[in-house]
Structures are given as structure tokens and as C-alpha cells.
């Protein structure tokens, strides 16, 4: 499935559950204009994807406004960096996902300190989206949790929404390479990208995350060794594929093969972008594009896949 049929897709699911009998009830709580950022992103054929804010079905203390009792939940806490509580939060779970599609995605809440509970409606896998939308230069962070009836789940770790190293100022047009560190370069031309309101981005960045916040520890095709979240979250490539380079060995030996992949933000799942091995002299990754490439900076997943 190509990401075009992906998001039109998902875009059918998310119509046909959208409708007066979910109870879903649009948020009071302050977030409109993180919907109007997060609101539904057209591609250049007339598509969508599912990344709405689609309304809010709990309160900020976690009690459901459905009238259908949760059955399960997740709870955890969400800072930046410097252990500080996001300055506007916005966070969503997204889901079931089903065949690679989230089926919906409502916005739920965190308190002052970055404590949150979760409730899902139904078991499975579920994605959740961490993202701030103040303004400021937050990444954002990404991963699935699966559960089953009766699960009230404890996050172990704290789930990290970073803040963007050094930004890289991106002219109207042309190629502009953009260091991140850990040795991640990714080159982008803001002509030809475009980020989730439409506009075209003038500035980029990211980081990486080290291995004490990574939210999960394996993909299809091996072990995690290495991740980066990337400002503006979500940014897309309207044509062809952004290029990108790794000069680091992530502390593989020389040969070992690696995958790469990008999270797309809209489902949450993990989609291969490239192939390779680290190069002989053990200074950096040699990649070569799988399928439409890397399409979507929102966070990059690197796998030993020996």
C-alpha cells in the first residue's frame, strides 16, 4: 500500500466514525488552534490523513464524557529535555490500528506537572502522539502500546518531547543540508516540503534521543540503535523524498547491516526508508533508498538488522 492510498484510507475510516452516535464532543479545553496545526493535512491530490484533533472524550481528571467506561488504560508523565512539563500540550492516542490505519484520534490531557491518564475504548494496539503546540521549537515523540481488557498501564519511562538543537534556517528554494546531532544530516528543500498547516518550513532541526528515552526497543527488522525526533514535527516531503545521511556507526562493527525507518505520525507505525551497512572504516551508515524513501520528519528509527 502507498502512503497516497495509506492516507485516503484512513481518511474513509476516520469519515465513517465520525458520526453523532461515537458521543465524540469537540474540545473546550483550549487546544483549537493546536487543531487548526494538527488539523487534516490535504495532499497535492486532494487527499487527507487522520491527523485531526477529532474532539476530546475525557475531562482533565480522566473521567470519561462518553458514558462508556474505559476498557483499559495507560498512564505516564511527559517532559522535555530539561524535565519541564510541555508549555502547551497536545497530546492524542490514535487507533485501534488496524492494517497500518488508526481508526480515529482524540486528544486527551496531561495536568501542570506533565502527569497524564489515557482511556481506550477498545483493546489492541493504539498509538500515541506527544507534540506541544506553543509555538516553540518542541519535537515531538511517537510509539504504540498494546492492551487488553482490564489493563491499567504504567508507562516506566518518562516520554520525552525534546526541544530542537541549533535550527537551520531553509531559504525559499534550494537544497539545504540540515545537521542533527549524532551524526544525522537530512537535506531539504522548502519549495517542495510542506509542514502540517500548509506552509512551507523556514527553519529546521531536531534531536537525537538517547537510549534511556527511547519508547520502544525493537522494529520489524531488529534491535532499535539509534532515533531522532525532528521540528517542525511532521513536516512532508510534496514530492520525491528528502535524502538523508548518518556518519555514525550507532556502535555497530563494520558490514553490520541496518534498517531505517520513519514514523508516520498519522497512524503511527514504522515505515521502512532505507538499507545498508556500516561502512568499512566504521565512521557512518551506507544507505540506499527502500521504497518512496524518507517522506515524512517526524522521528527516525535506525535497526542493527543482522
Not at 24 to 33: A, K, L, Y
Not at 94 to 108: E, K
Not at 220 to 241: H, I, N, R
Not at 249 to 264: C, F, I, Q, R
Request: glycine share 10%; proline share 5%.
Amino acid at each position: 500500500m502507498t502512503r497516497a492510498s495509506r492516507l485516503l484510507a484512513s481518511f474513509s475510516f476516520l469519515t465513517l466514525l465520525l458520526t453523532p452516535a461515537l458521543g465524540c464532543t469537540s474540545s473546550d479545553d483550549g487546544e483549537d488552534d493546536a487543531a487548526d496545526d494538527e488539523a487534516t493535512e490535504s495532499e497535492d491530490d486532494g487527499e487527507s490523513s487522520t491527523d485531526d484533533d477529532v474532539g476530546d472524550d475525557t475531562t482533565t481528571d480522566g473521567e470519561s464524557t462518553t458514558g462508556v467506561e474505559p476498557l483499559a488504560t495507560a498512564s505516564g508523565q511527559a517532559l522535555d529535555d530539561a524535565s519541564a512539563a510541555l508549555p502547551t500540550p497536545f497530546f492524542q492516542r490514535c487507533g485501534p490500528i488496524v492494517d497500518d490505519i488508526a481508526q480515529s484520534c482524540i486528544s486527551f490531557q496531561a495536568d501542570a506537572e506533565g502527569l497524564f491518564t489515557v482511556d481506550f475504548p477498545q483493546t489492541g494496539v493504539w498509538g500515541l502522539k506527544f507534540l506541544d503546540s506553543s509555538g516553540g521549537t518542541h519535537t515531538g515523540n511517537y510509539f504504540t502500546v498494546e492492551v487488553a481488557e482490564g489493563d491499567a498501564l504504567e508507562l516506566e519511562k518518562v516520554v520525552r518531547v525534546p526541544i530542537a538543537d541549533a535550527l537551520t534556517t531553509l531559504p525559499e528554494s534550494g537544497a539545504t543540508d540540515v545537521p542533527i546531532e549524532g551524526g544525522l544530516t537530512v537535506t531539504i528543500d522548502a519549495s517542495t516540503a510542506q509542514k502540517t498547516d500548509f506552509s512551507a518550513p523556514t527553519e529546521a532541526g531536531g534531536r537525537q534521543l538517547s537510549s534511556e528515552d527511547w519508547m520502544f526497543a525493537d522494529t520489524p527488522a531488529g534491535p532499535v540503535v539509534g532515533m531522532w525526533t525532528f521540528y517542525p514535527a511532521g513536516v512532508k516531503a510534496k514530492e520525491g523524498a528528502f535524502e538523508f545521511s548518518v556518519d555514525a556507526s550507532l556502535d555497530l562493527a563494520p558490514g553490520t547491516p541496518v534498517a531505517v525507518y520513519e514514523m508516520e505520525k498519522n497512524n503511527i507505525v514504522l515505515l521502512p526508508v532505507a538499507e545498508g551497512t556500516v561502512n568499512a572504516e566504521g565512521t557512518g551508515l551506507d544507505l540506499s533508498t527502500v521504497g518512496e524513501g524518507l517522506h515524512e520528519l517526524s522521528m527516525l528509527v535506525v535497526a542493527d538488522a543482522s
